[in-house]
């Protein structure tokens, strides 16, 4: 199996993911950042009665059709009506009432003139200028009709979806069901960070980075820890993984190395592998499997272990992947945008290449700086902070200061 391009790993995972079909009631509470599963409809309009936009008098439009400052009209005031309140009267012919901002509209009142276009005398106000017709009304129903689709599959619910649900009286309401997804680190030089160091060893830093990765994607993290380079422990772990979870992280263990057993379980314990290396930098060796469980597929991916290659074939690859499999509709791809390079950037031409740093908006454009510090994938200090990989495609060596590149966001 030939190196394939990333865009044709991104379409070939893609295509091996589909939306998960469990689901599960939510309520209000404890929506944020899950994905609707089935439309959501109200059985109520919104707004829910004729109300006022306006400080002001609710009045008859056709009163006061051609007043303004030299012709004033004059109304009597029959009624106050304050948000909150079922108005009691019927405007008629040369009568208003005093109305508040989302109070409802009195009966024969069709038209809002603001109160700084009027002057109260008493129980009289003056009308300093004709308003227009049905000024300042929102009318019933205006921005939805009960029993119309409000929210759709696929809307992720964040702050503005969970202010639409609570309005239209939506409480309970149906989501997919969080991706599971199983992370272990593989190496015999790992220890936990809470652990002294011997000579030689290294903090298992993937397993954290990556735990917060699924869980900022809405998914369910399954830590199952540090697995040694030993076939059995790391056959046993694997199957258990595969039995628990939707998707599978493995970190290290995927190159061509001595002690790099994934490939040779995956495919023993029959995982059809469709993925064995990408033609990006950093992140070459990058084994993507699928596992047919029952009636379920999980997707193993083995990342590399190293922590900055962890991260970015994440970020490219892992991503999509579980966004798809969320059940989110629309893009799963991640975006990319051209931005105006601040350094010099360099590739070796073989390999897409993406290079950690920062991009920020300057004067309407996007500027793309270079992380500080040593640039070798070695280097996972100067990781922290990155918000966007500038990428220098295949055949390119060299980006100058000042020229455009592509930027993924992340
Ligand atoms: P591997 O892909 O297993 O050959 O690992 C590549 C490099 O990444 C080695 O230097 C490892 O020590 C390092 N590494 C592997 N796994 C982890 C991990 N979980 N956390 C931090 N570094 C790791
Ligand atoms: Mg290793």
């Known amino acids: 199996m030939d190196m394939i391009s990333a865009s044709e790993a991104e379409t070939l995972i893609l295509s091996l993911v589909h939306s998960l079909q469990t689901t599960e009631e939510v309520t209000l509470d404890n929506a944020s950042g899950r994905i609707l599963a089935r439309s959501v409809s109200s059985t109520l309009d919104f707004p829910y009665w004729d109300n006022s936009a306006m400080d002001g008098y609710a009045v008859r439009y056709k009163d006061l059709q051609k007043c303004d400052r030299e012709n004033p009209k004059t109304l009597r005031i029959?009624?106050?009506i304050p948000a909150g309140i079922q108005p009691q009267k019927n405007i008629v012919q040369g009568e208003a009432a005093r109305i508040f901002t989302g109070a409802v509209m009195p009966q024969g009142a069709d038209t809002v003139v603001m109160q700084e276009n009027t002057r109260r005398k008493g129980d009289r106000v003056v009308i300093l200028q004709a308003p227009r017709d049905r000024e300042f009304v929102r009318r019933k129903g205006a921005f939805y009709q009960s029993g119309n689709p409000l929210l759709g599959a696929g809307i992720a619910i964040g702050a503005p979806e969970i202010a639409v649900l609570a309005t239209?009286?939506?409480?309970?309401?149906t989501v997919y069901q969080q991706p599971r997804v199983a992370i272990?680190?593989?190496g015999n030089e790992l220890v936990s960070p809470g652990n002294s160091l011997k000579p030689g060893q290294i903090v298992d830093s993937n397993q954290y980075a990556?735990?917060?990765f699924v869980a900022d994607l809405g998914g369910i993290p399954l830590p199952l820890g540090i697995v040694r380079d030993r076939p059995e422990d790391l056959e046993r772990t694997i199957e258990n993984a595969i039995a628990r979870a939707d998707i599978v992280l493995s970190t290290g263990g995927v190159s061509v190395g001595e002690y790099d057993y994934i490939e040779?379980?995956?495919?023993?314990?029959?995982?059809n592998i469709h993925i064995r290396s990408v033609a990006v930098?950093?992140?070459?060796p990058l084994t993507v499997a699928t596992f047919e469980r029952g009636d379920r597929t999980c997707l193993y991916f083995g990342i590399p272990g190293n922590p900055v290659s962890a991260l970015v074939s994440c970020w490219r690859f892992v991503q999509p992947a579980l966004k798809k499999l969320s059940g989110l509709s629309g893009d799963w791809q991640p975006q990319f945008v051209t931005a105006r390079s601040r350094h010099d950037l360099k590739a070796n031409g073989k390999r897409e290449t993406y290079l950690w740093g920062r991009w920020e908006i300057v004067s309407g454009g996007y500027e793309f700086s270079l992380a500080g510090g040593d640039r070798s994938s070695g280097n996972l200090i100067n990781l922290a902070q990155t918000n966007g990989l500038a990428v220098v495609p295949v055949g390119e060596t060299a980006i100058a200061a000042g020229e455009k590149v592509n930027v993924m966001l992340v």
């Open 184 to 186: 272990f680190s593989t």
């Open 78 to 80: 029959v009624e106050e």
């Open 210 to 212: 990556l735990r917060a």
């Open 264 to 271: 040779e379980i995956l495919a023993k314990l029959g995982g």
């Open 281 to 284: 930098k950093p992140g070459k």
């Open 168 to 173: 239209a009286q939506c409480t309970r309401f």
